[in-house]
């Protein structure tokens, strides 16, 4: 199946693109999700070849890295989707595992392994459950779906649910006990989230672990 590519938007879209990460940044509302401190959800979802992953097991072996992704309509998304990938390696090095969430269905998201070249698995959040756990999830507003789908995105289908909700982009580390030792989030969803910076904090829990 062919993956939408929206590289170049509409100005329509673009602008009903703008108008949505002001609306999410005045009210706040990346406020309202998870941050360090607070207990990580011990979510258990599918990835892209149907295999279940559980949070519970990756954190029995090592700190875990959870990062959520719009999909791969949405170009910033693969941008992220391949850093993260050119990180894994060294989060791996630390006892790490990785692991990305989305709320595209399945066939989306085989689709985006394979264009953005990942290797970790790529889990399909369906109807938004666990991002709405993490505090991520939003509804998109009824301008911003109108403009979407003048230019062919489909979220209703991609998503195979009807509510248009999507994560804010997001990055998570949580270290072996399950408490959030990193949290990023950002309403701009055209921007792509650097991965690198949780590194750090894979050291001084590794060092904590020492």
Request: hydrophobic fraction near 45%; charge should be neutral.
């Amino acid at each position: 199946m062919r993956a939408v590519d929206r590289t170049l938007p509409s100005d329509e879209a673009a602008a009903a693109e703008s108008r949505s990460i002001a609306s999410l940044i005045a009210c706040g509302r990346a406020r309202l999700a998870l941050r360090g401190g607070d207990r990580l959800p011990l979510f258990v979802l599918t990835d892209s070849d149907g295999i279940q992953h559980s949070a519970r097991d990756a954190l029995s072996k090592g700190p875990l890295v959870v990062e959520f992704l719009l999909g791969a309509w949405n170009s910033s998304a693969c941008l992220a989707a391949s850093a993260l990938e050119s990180t894994r390696i060294a989060i791996e090095a630390y006892g790490g595992s990785v692991m990305a969430i989305s709320p595209q269905g399945a066939a989306h998201a085989r689709s985006m392994k394979r264009r953005c070249k990942t290797n970790f698995p790529l889990l399909s959040d369906a109807g938004g459950a666990i991002s709405a756990q993490f505090g991520l999830r939003w509804r998109v507003p009824a301008d911003l779906k109108e403009a979407y789908g003048r230019v062919g995105i489909d979220l209703g289908q991609i998503n195979s649910d009807e509510s248009w909700s999507l994560p804010l982009p997001a990055l998570y580390v949580a270290g072996a006990d399950g408490v959030i030792a990193y949290a990023q989030i950002d309403p701009d969803f055209r921007r792509a989230i650097d991965p690198s910076v949780l590194l750090n904090t894979l050291d001084r829990l590794c060092q904590t672990r020492g």
